[in-house]
């Protein structure tokens, strides 16, 4: 950027007073460009689109965790949750990489069933399938996620649900089908 010893010289990848102020003359015609175009692009804003919506509030609620959360994340730091899942018949457990603990915490604080759903032993479906109330009971997050959805459902909200984890949308969709 502030290389100025090379200007003027006469060597060999120097800069020089022409191609500086070619490159000055370049970028004035952009933005002349850019002038020119300006009325001519549809550039569309949320509020000027939707007049009626509410301004956005945001609001940090933080949850606590299930037992089942707990016991999972001392597994975890133990290094013994995938032998825990494949003694308790959660095949999906033989997948589990332990070498990136932080990364099963954060998908054992979203759900613990992200690392496989335990079956129903009288039905053989899986357990969240067979007893609904138990996705919710699993998890902190689904806990109160269920307890404020009921609320705002009852005032006539509207919701919109992100998440990075795409995995999390699946025990979600579960989870709606069963309310």
Same mark, same amino acid.
């Given at each position: 950027?502030?290389?100025?010893?090379?200007?003027?010289?006469?060597?060999?990848?120097?800069? @020089?007073? $022409?191609?500086?102020?070619?490159?000055?003359?370049?970028?004035?015609?952009?933005?002349?460009?850019?002038?020119?175009?300006?009325?001519?692009?549809?550039?569309?804003?949320?509020?000027?689109?939707?007049? $009626?919506?509410?301004?956005?509030?945001?609001?940090?609620?933080?949850?606590?965790?299930?037992?089942?959360?707990?016991?999972?994340?001392?597994?975890?730091?133990?290094?013994?949750?995938? $032998?825990?899942?494949? =003694?308790?018949?959660?095949?999906?457990?033989?997948?589990?990489? =332990?070498?990136?603990?932080?990364?099963?915490?954060?998908? @054992?604080? @979203?759900?613990?069933?992200?690392?496989?759903?335990?079956? $129903?032993?009288?039905?053989?479906?899986?357990?969240?399938?067979?007893?609904?109330?138990?996705?919710?009971?699993?998890?902190?997050?689904?806990?109160?996620?269920?307890?404020?959805?009921?609320?705002?459902?009852?005032?006539?909200? =509207?919701?919109?649900?992100?998440?990075?984890?795409?995995?999390?949308? @699946?025990?979600?969709?579960?989870?709606?089908?069963?309310?």
């Amino acid at each position: 950027w502030f290389g100025f010893k090379d200007i003027g010289q006469k060597t060999q990848g120097a800069t @020089n007073e $022409d191609e500086i102020l070619a490159e000055q003359q370049k970028n004035q015609t952009i933005t002349k460009l850019h002038s020119i175009l300006r009325p001519f692009l549809l550039r569309r804003v949320k509020k000027d689109v939707l007049k $009626d919506m509410p301004p956005k509030k945001e609001v940090v609620v933080y949850s606590g965790v299930s037992k089942l959360q707990a016991g999972y994340a001392e597994l975890i730091d133990q290094g013994t949750l995938r $032998d825990t899942l494949l =003694q308790q018949g959660i095949e999906e457990g033989r997948f589990l990489s =332990q070498t990136n603990k932080q990364m099963n915490h954060r998908k @054992n604080i @979203n759900h613990p069933f992200l690392f496989g759903e335990p079956k $129903d032993g009288a039905t053989g479906k899986p357990i969240g399938t067979s007893h609904p109330q138990l996705l919710i009971r699993a998890s902190g997050k689904f806990a109160l996620l269920d307890r404020m959805l009921s609320r705002l459902h009852a005032d006539g909200h =509207q919701v919109l649900i992100f998440s990075q984890m795409t995995s999390v949308l @699946n025990v979600m969709e579960d989870y709606l089908l069963f309310r």
